[in-house]
C-alpha cells in the first residue's frame, strides 16, 4: 500500500516540477481551499481523488485524469484526440448542466461522443419510459431553440419551469416546433411557446447498458 501510495505522490511532483511551484503555491493555484490535501498524498494517508485530478487537469490539460488517478501510461496521451472525457451525471432532473461538479466520468472515443459536452444516466419513470430508453446513458450537446433542423429530434428541455425529456419536431412548412411525448399515444403534441425554453440540450448519442 506504502508502495502503490508514494506513486501518486511521484505523479504530483511530476506535475509540481513541470509547473515549477512550491506545494503551497501549486494548491492554491489549482483551487484547493489548503495544501494539506496534498501532503496526506505526500504521506501515504490518501489518494489522488477525482476532484483533485479534475482540478489539476483544468489547469494543466497535458496531465489526464485517468493518468492523475490511475498512472495510466502514455498512450492515453497519444491517442489522447481519439478519446472524450465527459462529465457524468447521475441525476438529470435537478443538477445544473454543466455547471455542477459530476459524480463520475465517461470516456468514449470522440467519434461516438458525437460533440456530446456532458452525459447523464436516464432514470424516467419506469411506468412513462419506453423500451429504447431503459437502462442507457444519454450523451447531450447544447442546442439554441433557433436552430433546431427540421424534423424530430430528442432534447433535454428546461421549460416553462419544468425539465422534460421530449421530441422536439419542427415542421419544414409552417416553421412550427412541436413538443412531443416519449410515448405519443398518451401526449397530445403542443405548439412550442419559443420564449419559455430556459434551456435546451440535445441528445446526440445513447449507451445501452445491458
Not at 492523475?68 to 496521451?77: A, N, P, R, T, Y
Not at 472524450?84 to 459524480?103: E, G, N, Q
Not at 423500451?131 to 446513458?137: A, E, G, H, M, V
Amino acid at each position: 500500500m506504502a508502495k502503490q501510495n508514494s506513486e501518486y505522490w511521484q505523479r504530483i511532483e511530476k506535475v509540481l516540477k513541470y509547473a515549477d511551484m512550491s506545494t503551497n503555491y501549486f494548491a492554491k493555484y489549482i483551487g484547493l481551499l489548503r495544501g494539506e490535501n496534498l501532503y496526506q498524498i505526500k504521506r501515504g494517508n490518501n489518494k489522488i481523488s477525482l476532484d483533485v485530478a479534475r482540478k489539476i487537469h483544468e489547469k494543466f490539460p497535458r496531465f489526464s485524469i485517468s493518468w492523475l488517478m490511475c498512472g495510466e501510461s502514455e498512450l492515453m496521451d497519444e491517442y489522447r484526440d481519439a478519446l472524450k472525457i465527459l462529465p457524468l451525471y447521475h441525476d438529470m432532473w435537478t443538477m445544473r448542466f454543466p455547471d455542477d461538479s459530476a459524480d463520475e466520468q465517461l470516456v468514449i472515443s470522440t467519434e461516438a461522443a458525437n460533440g456530446a459536452q456532458f452525459a447523464a444516466s436516464y432514470n424516467g419513470n419506469p411506468m412513462e419510459t419506453p423500451f429504447y430508453l431503459r437502462d442507457t446513458i444519454l450523451l447531450f450537446r447544447k442546442q439554441s431553440i433557433e436552430t433546431i433542423p427540421t424534423g424530430s429530434g430528442l432534447y433535454l428541455i428546461d421549460y416553462k419551469g419544468e425539465r422534460l425529456l421530449r421530441f422536439l419536431d419542427r415542421n419544414a412548412y409552417t416553421d412550427n416546433i412541436l413538443i412531443v411525448g416519449l410515448v405519443p399515444e398518451y401526449q397530445a403534441p403542443e405548439v412550442v411557446d419559443c420564449a419559455a425554453v430556459e434551456s435546451l440540450w440535445q441528445v446526440c448519442a445513447t449507451i445501452k447498458r445491458w
